[in-house]
């Protein structure tokens, strides 16, 4: 939709400055045909101000005013509401944060994107291994030496049948976040470790803002694409 058919479209309802429901309808109705967004919304806002500017006098100042009002009011309640951030902070020692990865495993839908340090938690590995085994796309990174210490469970998840990549450098691949449906992220300090549940001093957020998860869910990719499979 372009400033032509945008003045096109007000100016014709200005003519009697009253928005018809008829007006309203049709004038809707193309909104959601464009799939007005913001940047479109603002643009009708200013093409509405300069039909008002230049056809307003002493005489039909209240009237247009009036459709100007109609005008911004259907354009408000035609805008897609702004998304509603959430945020949650968690801290162990307690049991708070290995319970809560179990509960967005659980309720991963689509999708789920770890990449962590290590994974030594059963209590987190068995609702892993449960997404996988009831359809959900899961991929792991984890770091190539933890890998293969005492108690690590990605050689158990990835003979699951998981998809589990490891880093080919000397140093650390030191992440700690998972990426849920593409919309949750879940990231901080926290191991996915009995010992960081019940003795450290850990923390992790949650949060659905989208971009967060996308600059997660990129670096995800990049990662994804330089490491190697475990097994």
């Known amino acids: 939709m372009n400033s032509d058919e945008l003045h096109g479209l007000l100016s ?21 045909e464009v799939q007005l967004d913001e940047r479109l919304a603002d643009q009708c806002h200013r093409v509405a101000f300069e039909l008002a500017q230049s056809s307003i ?8 005013f009036e459709w100007l009002y109609d005008v911004t009011r259907l354009l408000r309640n035609a805008a897609p509401k702004p998304e509603s951030i959430r ?13 809560k990865i179990v509960s967005m495993l659980n309720s991963a839908r689509r999708s789920i994107d770890i990449c962590v340090f290590t994974i030594t938690d059963n209590r987190v590995a068995e609702p892993i291994q449960a997404a996988h085994q009831r359809g ?11 890998a293969n210490d005492r108690g690590s469970d990605a050689e158990r998840l990835a003979h699951s049948g998981i998809e589990v990549r490891v ?9 700690k976040y998972a990426i849920f449906d593409e919309t949750r992220l879940l990231t901080g300090s926290y191991n996915w470790t009995r010992s960081a549940a019940e003795h450290n001093e850990e923390n992790f957020i949650v949060t659905n803002n989208r971009d967060l998860v996308a600059e997660f869910q990129g670096e995800f990719e990049r990662l994804w694409k330089v490491c190697k499979l475990y097994y």
């Open 87 to 99: 945020a949650e902070a968690l801290f162990s020692p307690r049991n708070d944060c290995w319970q």
């Open 167 to 175: 880093d080919r450098t000397d140093h650390h691949m030191h992440h």
């Open 57 to 64: 006098t002493p005489v039909n100042t209240p009237l247009v």
């Open 12 to 32: 014709d309802t200005l003519d009697d400055y009253r928005l018809s429901r008829g007006e309203r309808q049709a004038l809707s109705a193309r909104f959601a």
């Open 136 to 146: 959900i796309q899961v991929r792991i990174i984890t770091d190539n030496d933890k």
